[in-house]
T-cell receptor
């Protein structure tokens, strides 16, 4: 079983749609969680951290469920520019950083 | 201005011929990481430096080595590249344990 698992997609949605991605992790001792965005053939960039209480940044909402060991990302009012791969990232104590393989999103006009 | 710079952006090497990839940063971060990312796969951490302390991941092959001569620079050496080492190599930095890691644009390595 992979340490961090994501549905690879692709998710094809029209502009303005709401789309949600889930990610599961295997290590219950994981301490911090993030969503990164990676555009085609570019480097990953931090989208948002994920807090236990849930957090929102504009059209993006992230949730963490420690009991079920999954995190989620909700994108409202999708834009063409949201098309990218979304990487779920989990950290334990220290520097160990585990990336998921990513979920591909295509937003179409 | 670029904060994490990787050179070259594209590297072609022959099977078994040593190759060195370089990374530099202007962020003055004390932690530098090297990741390997193959097509449609997750970035996989190879090792990191915390200041001068080198930390190798348990499953990183011995074929991969790293050097960090100063805070700003870090090198990835592949002693005998195999065809399976063709990938994108990403350098990243952070201040202590993060939370955010800043990535360079990557070096795409081709092994012929």
């Amino acid at each position: 079983r992979k340490e961090v698992e994501q549905d690879p997609g692709p998710f094809n949605v029209p502009e303005g749609a709401t789309v949600a991605f889930n990610c599961t992790y295997s290590n219950s001792a994981s301490q911090s969680f993030f969503w990164y965005r990676q555009d085609c053939r570019k480097e990953p960039k931090l989208l948002m951290s994920v807090y236990s209480s849930g957090n929102e940044d504009g059209r993006f909402t992230a949730q963490l469920n420690r009991a079920s060991q999954y995190i989620s990302l909700l994108i409202r009012d999708s834009k063409l520019s949201d098309s990218a791969t979304y990487l779920c990232v989990v950290k334990g104590g220290g520097f160990k950083t585990i990336f998921g393989a990513g979920t591909r999103l295509f937003v179409k006009a | 201005d670029a904060m994490v710079i990787q050179n070259p952006r594209y590297q072609v090497t022959q099977f078994g011929k040593p190759v060195t990839l370089s990374c530099s940063q202007t962020l003055n971060h004390n932690v530098m990481y090297w990741y390997q990312q193959k097509s449609s796969q997750a970035p996989k951490l190879l090792f990191h430096y915390y200041d001068k302390d080198f930390n190798n991941e348990a499953d990183t092959p011995d074929n991969f080595q790293s050097r960090r001569p100063n805070t700003s620079f870090c090198f990835l050496d592949i002693r005998s590249p195999g065809l399976g080492d063709a990938a994108m190599y990403l350098c990243a930095t952070s201040r202590d344990q993060g939370p955010e890691q800043y990535f360079g644009p990557g070096t795409r390595l081709t092994v012929t």
